[in-house]
């Protein structure tokens, strides 16, 4: 494999397939400062599909950490005019914007689990900007990550060491469907058909309710709207666009009110850059009312309290444990890959943009939006549809069998 040539064609997927930068387009970009060396790929990639402007600003977590030892909370979460200004600028002028992330899970090593919050807290405050834009000016988004040399010894320590950053790289590639040789723009266009069919067929079900139950100990149901629709279809007048990089899920919002039940995580979830394992959420009338966490109970509370409507949720996610990035047998200690190798809820902002128009249903709306991932290779999920009927939709962690006509 050239990797040269292979980052360039990542670089290509991300700029066409994600964003599908426009001509005369602004391009607004966040970068972990550790990924500094794949950026100007990214840029050539924008220049080439005409963008008029790529403006970068990097993400220094280590210098976040300094700031949290030495400055106020108060100060650390605090969001200065000049970051805003960076990035309203931009967007104002109809900027596309992405998020080009590295993984460091030990970042935050020697922080109190406050200051790690209070890190995280600054981090979000920041993005918010960006994702107001994009409800609102409809402009395009992308969350896509860059192999690291620190990513690569936390997660690939079986390969030798000099080989690891070369070893990532063909990994992410491959759960991107990138190689060689192929069309990425017509892979992902097939790729993007057949997760359409299987949201429609699922809208088709009129499904209501979720019940998700494991060997774990999840015995969670969660409430649907009639618009709580898993197919999505854009204004005739949008840029269509990919906003994850990998993606396999198939989301849609739940009602805001309906959760009842007990759910437990069974990958790591990464805040302010410090991971947090085996921990559980138990929601009563659609809101979590314990959190369930030897380690990081602090900062999952410091989460749900967010806001008044942090610990409702916002989306579930289907996916097929026996997918691609399942099956490669790695935790990737980042949402946007791991949340694709497992069924997953959203705590806060629901996805749908408008609140649903049957009276006694209300989408949840938060300043957070906080993946966790909760599928197992025993998950059953069972719905029930408008006429009260009960249908399998996953046995055995993955779509039950029949589900969908091929």
């Not at 494999?1 to 980052?7: A, F, G, R, W």
Request: aromatic letters at 10%; charged letters at 20%.
């Amino acid at each position: 494999m050239n990797l040269e040539q292979m980052q360039q064609k990542y670089a290509y997927t991300l700029a066409k397939v994600g964003l599908n930068v426009q001509p005369g387009q602004p391009v607004l970009v966040e970068a972990a400062v550790e990924g500094y060396s794949f950026v100007p790929y990214f840029k050539e990639a924008c220049y080439s599909l005409g963008a008029s402007n790529v403006v970068v600003h990097y993400l220094d977590v280590a210098g976040m950490k300094a700031d949290a030892l030495y400055r106020s909370d108060a100060d650390v979460r605090a969001v200065a005019d000049w970051e805003a200004l960076g990035a309203t600028t931009y967007l104002e002028q109809g900027a596309c914007f992405i998020r080009l992330e590295g993984v460091n899970p030990a970042a935050m090593d020697g922080l109190t689990e406050a200051q790690a919050s209070a890190v995280f807290s600054h981090i979000d405050a920041v993005r918010n900007i960006s994702r107001a834009a994009s409800r609102e000016r409809r402009c395009q988004w992308l969350i896509a990550m860059v192999p690291t040399r620190t990513w690569a010894d936390l997660i690939l320590p079986d390969v030798p060491e000099s080989g690891r950053l070369t070893a990532l790289w063909k990994l992410i590639l491959d759960l991107c469907y990138i190689d060689e040789t192929n069309d990425v723009v017509k892979t992902w266009e097939e790729k993007n058909l057949r997760k359409q069919a299987r949201a429609e067929a699922l809208d088709a079900l009129h499904l209501t309710k979720l019940h998700y139950t494991a060997s774990n100990g999840t015995d969670l149901t969660v409430t649907l709207a009639p618009e709580s629709a898993f197919s999505f279809k854009r204004p005739a007048d949008a840029v269509r666009f990919n906003p994850n990089i990998p993606t396999e899920e198939i989301c849609t919002t739940p009602e805001k009110f309906g959760t009842d039940g007990v759910v437990y995580a069974t990958r790591p979830l990464v805040l302010g850059g410090r991971a947090i394992s085996d921990f559980g959420f138990r929601f009563e009338n659609g809101k979590v009312t314990e959190v369930l966490a030897a380690e990081g109970r602090q900062m999952l509370e410091d989460l749900v309290r967010t806001d008044e409507n942090a610990g409702y949720l916002g989306e579930c996610a289907l996916v097929e444990y026996h997918s691609p990035i399942s099956m490669s047998g790695r935790v990737y200690y980042t949402t946007l890959i791991d949340e694709n190798a497992s069924c997953h809820l959203a705590l806060g902002r629901g996805l749908s943009p408008k609140q649903p128009d049957t009276p006694g249903f209300t989408f949840n709306n938060s300043t957070i939006h906080i993946d966790f991932m909760v599928g197992t290779p025993d998950m059953h999920i069972v719905g029930t549809t408008e006429s009260g009927e009960e249908i399998d939709v996953f046995t055995d962690g993955d779509f039950a069998p029949g589900l969908f006509r091929s």
